[in-house]
Nanobody, 125 residues
């Protein structure tokens, strides 16, 4: 079992930056690949970014590519999402997720076994 707790959300203006954190507890953090998803009101949860066990490989949604950076610190059981040049359309609840199964794309919600409770990000225009 893995417990995930996100933090770092808030209300910012367009063009600002935010760094989200997700701390994991429970089983060995480095055994999981991690992902960030987001869900806006009335919309389905969508993929944002994923990172491999070691952190060597990352992949981003088109909407995040070039503006967001996912990273992890296995010594601190933490995964980060650095968001820059934020836009109003980035407004959503952001969730981190952990997956133990190998060979998956990491871009689908079904790929993940554990989820955090989410942190709200609101970007005003």
């Amino acid at each position: 079992q893995v417990q995930l707790v996100e933090s770092g959300g808030g209300l910012v203006q367009a063009g600002d930056s935010l760094r989200l954190s997700c701390v994991a507890s429970g089983r060995t953090f480095s055994a999981y690949f991690m992902g960030w998803f987001r869900q806006a009101p009335g919309k389905e949860r969508e993929f944002v970014a994923t990172i491999s066990w070691s952190g060597a490989r990352t992949y981003y949604a088109a909407s995040a590519n070039g503006r967001f950076t996912i990273s992890r610190d296995n010594a601190k059981n933490t995964v980060f999402l650095q968001m820059t040049s934020l836009k109003p359309e980035d407004t959503a609840v952001y969730y981190c997720a952990a997956a133990s199964r190998r060979g998956l794309s990491g871009t689908r919600t079904d790929d993940y076994d554990y989820w955090g409770q989410g942190t709200q990000v609101t970007v005003s225009s």
